[in-house]
């Protein structure tokens, strides 16, 4: 089966950093080029403004006529470039006075009363040609004997597009250099931080069949990797365990010495948490040993783990007459009951969200459950008002 091509870990983080700053850098410079048109805009808006209420003043001051006769060349200066229009005019009338050098074509818009003061938001925008935008404003003024006349004044936008083009592409230029650079930065730092798994790897390479009692080492490792080493670890406990030896190597064991055992060991990790062992037990417990301490401490780590501080921890060995009951049982958050019959299964945890879960493999339970299984015994859980009861089955040793 075609399994596709491997994909690099390393790889992959590093287009996923180079992808996000290339996103943050162009959001950020969208949103300054937004700032920048409207001040760009608020400008010209303001020189329009500026330049039609000179207009205005002179015309009202002057003979209009004799003015627009004697001195064109004024109001073409006025306007300072080629992409400028002026229109005095008459309404309904051909115009006095025409100075559009570029042959734009003005759109009729209502002048504005002749004391109105002119504001920014007077000034209208069009689309203009090209796509390159056109803001032009109307006025009234009283020339006295030609009447009421109308100043019309207008530009085409061109240097305010170049420039916004211009910065556009700086953006995209400076996004996509910034995205590049800190695709090669993460990818070194992804590479370097990755060195742990990476000799975990070579180190989990050299375990075969004859050494499958080696186990990962831990130290120095991230914390993010210690779970994973404990999975690995334990998964080789369950490798190396084999069924027809562990039966054969059973034993009888003092249920009352084992249970004290077991609570002597957790004692300290139990006080951390300021919980309180009880350990109580009778009869002849039919088990291999290692197994058997291996279960108890399983069902123990996961009470203190999970059980409420300065609650008691139960340790009971009840013999009946097939065999013998272990029961752990902590007071804590009762599991609610759709969990419960999972609980056994690997990788299975209740709360995944819950910060002490993310710190566990997963495998405590199966573990006791494989162990169960090897001994033909049985397990079972219930949690009811705030106790938990982890209760384990093992056959005597006539069954």
């Known amino acids: 089966m075609n399994r596709g091509h491997p994909y690099s870990l390393t790889l992959r983080l590093a287009l996923i950093f180079a992808l996000l700053a290339f996103a ?4 950020l410079g969208v949103a300054l080029y937004r700032e920048l048109e409207r001040e760009l805009i608020r400008r010209d808006d303001a020189a329009l403004i500026s330049r039609v209420d000179q207009l205005r003043n002179l015309l009202n ?37 025409l100075v559009n050098p570029g042959n734009i074509a003005l759109p ?10 002119l504001m920014l938001n007077d000034v209208q925008h069009l689309p203009g040609l090209n796509g390159i935008p056109f803001s032009m404003v109307a006025v009234a003024i009283d020339s006295g004997d030609l009447g009421s006349l109308q100043i019309t004044s207008g530009r085409l936008m061109t240097e305010r597009t170049a420039v ?18 800190l695709a090669l930065v993460g990818y070194l730092l992804v590479h370097r931080g990755l060195l742990p798994l990476r000799r975990l790897a070579r180190h989990a390479q050299g375990i075969g069949v004859s050494n499958l009692a080696e186990r990962l080492d831990s130290h120095g490792a991230p914390k993010e990797l210690l779970p994973m080493i404990d999975s690995f670890n334990t998964m080789l406990f369950l490798a190396r365990t084999d069924p027809a030896s562990a039966l054969r190597q059973r034993q009888a064991l003092d249920a009352a010495d084992e249970v004290e055992r077991i609570a002597d ?3 300290g990790l139990a006080g951390d948490v300021n919980m309180h062992i009880t350990a109580l037990g009778e009869g002849v417990i039919w088990a291999e040993p290692m197994l058997l301490r291996r279960a ?6 996961n009470a203190i783990k999970y059980g409420a501080p300065g609650s008691e921890l139960s340790i009971q060995a009840v013999p009946d007459g097939a065999g013998i009951n272990l029961r752990v049982s902590n007071h804590g958050q009762t599991i609610p009951t759709e969990h419960l019959p999972r609980l056994f299964e690997r990788f299975y945890r209740v709360d995944e969200s819950r910060e ?16 169960m ?27």
């Open 296 to 301: 108890l401490a399983n069902l123990c780590a």
């Open 61 to 97: 001051d002057s003979n209009t006529l004799d003015l627009i006769k004697t001195k064109p060349e004024l109001f073409q200066n006025m306007l300072g470039n080629r992409e400028s229009v002026l229109s005095i005019a008459a309404p309904g009338q051909p115009p006095l006075l």
């Open 164 to 181: 916004l083009a211009s910065y556009r592409l700086s953006v995209y230029i400076l996004a996509s250099i910034a995205a590049i650079i």
């Open 373 to 399: 299984q090897l001994h033909n015994g049985r397990y079972r859980v219930s949690s009811e008002d705030g106790v938990t009861c982890f209760e384990l089955f093992f056959p005597g040793r006539e069954a």
């Open 24 to 27: 943050l850098l162009a959001t």
């Open 108 to 117: 009729s818009i209502q002048p504005l009363p002749k004391d109105h003061k």
């Open 265 to 267: 060991y957790f004692e």
């Open 356 to 371: 002490r879960s993310s710190q566990s493999n997963g495998l405590g339970l199966s573990i006791v459950a494989t162990i």
